[in-house]
């Protein structure tokens, strides 16, 4: 029986994907796994250059993006493995961390999930763990008053309160790369599809816990992230899908008052920003970016943060990113 299925969505990175791949291979020697390949709709040769170089990866080639659950689930679907990995093709694979990961899980028949260190590609560790959010942390969390949010607060959010080092429990990880255990996944069920992008990962940890699983952190097993670094680009879909699975995920657990006073907030948050914008373009300061602002928080705005599958046809790329994730609406200057 294969150990391990690693399951990647792609889209439209295919450097990153080839030296992902690689580096599966290279850490892959004392497992017998399989690699899973769901390709969103790319137009930059990654199915080609898929099949031509790794003729042994498993690949689901999508005419669109059908969002990350969505495709995760494709390859959750036809995975063989006793573990299933759900991995970035922003990331690579140090050393034996695949096989780290499959010995904690065997020796730990309650554990559901494990997530392991990420780090960044100096060598720091970067924050990949969760405790799960409240009302107060998801008002602060990725907006521009998250510089202001009582320092306890989001301490405990990113769980900055325990050491990077020490293995423990957590509530959940981040989608990065995910490890879950067969019997978990056909317990609680695949990822929900309802989630276009974001949130995803704490929605399927949430119930893998509520069903009795453990998810824990293994920082011995470590995992390469490349994270898109700081850019003055907005992209509006981003901020919406972002925002829209946040709604989401307190509507299905904390209910429709909950996740009606976070929408309301979250978009007067927005219309501050855009007002912002708009007098910084009228006094001349950076004019171009200011327009691309004003347009990308109208058009968040414009959407009330609803959430439609029909935002699967934006053109969104990989998800996971930090830039993507932590944006929100800062009020970069």
């Not at 006793?82 to 050393?95: A, F, H, K, S």
């Not at 995992?223 to 509006?236: A, F």
Request: charged residues 25%; aromatic residues 10%; contains cysteine.
């Amino acid at each position: 029986m294969v150990d391990l299925s690693v399951v990647i969505v792609n889209w439209n990175v295919r450097d990153l994907l080839r030296r992902c791949l690689f580096s599966l291979h290279a850490g892959s020697s004392t497992l017998r796994i399989e690699t899973i390949v769901v390709d969103n709709g790319s137009t930059d040769g990654s199915v080609e250059m898929v099949r031509a170089e790794f003729p042994q990866v498993r690949l689901i080639a999508n005419p669109d993006n059908r969002g990350f659950p969505a495709a995760n689930n494709q390859g959750i679907e036809i995975a063989q493995g006793r573990y299933i990995l759900l991995l970035n093709p922003d990331t690579e694979v140090v050393g034996d961390a695949l096989a780290t990961m499959v010995g904690f899980a065997d020796e730990h028949p309650d554990v559901g999930v494990v997530g392991p260190q990420l780090l960044n590609p100096d060598g720091s560790v970067q924050s990949s763990r969760r405790r799960f959010p409240t009302l107060a942390t998801a008002f602060f969390e990725s907006t521009w008053l998250q510089p202001y949010a009582p320092r306890r607060l989001l301490e405990r959010f990113y769980v900055l309160d325990r050491s990077d080092d020490e293995i423990q429990e957590v509530d959940w990880v981040t989608g990065a790369a995910l490890m879950a255990r067969r019997e978990a996944v056909e317990q609680v069920g695949p990822l929900d599809e309802g989630f276009f992008m974001y949130s995803e990962e704490l929605d399927w940890c949430r119930r893998f816990k509520e069903a009795g699983w453990r998810v824990v952190y293994l920082p011995a097993a470590q995992i390469v992230h490349y994270v898109g670094k700081s850019s003055e680009q907005v992209l509006p879909a981003r901020h919406i899908h972002f925002q829209t699975s946040k709604v989401r995920y307190f509507r299905k657990y904390h209910g429709t008052l909950a996740a009606e006073v976070l929408r309301w907030f979250l978009l007067g948050n927005y219309a501050w920003q855009l007002g912002l914008e708009a007098v910084k373009w009228a006094v001349g300061h950076k004019r171009p970016l200011r327009a691309q602002r004003i347009g990308a928080y109208w058009q968040v705005l414009c959407s009330g943060l609803r959430g439609t599958r029909s935002q699967g046809s934006s053109k969104v790329g990989k998800r996971g990113s930090e830039e993507a994730r932590g944006q929100g609406s800062r009020g970069e200057r």
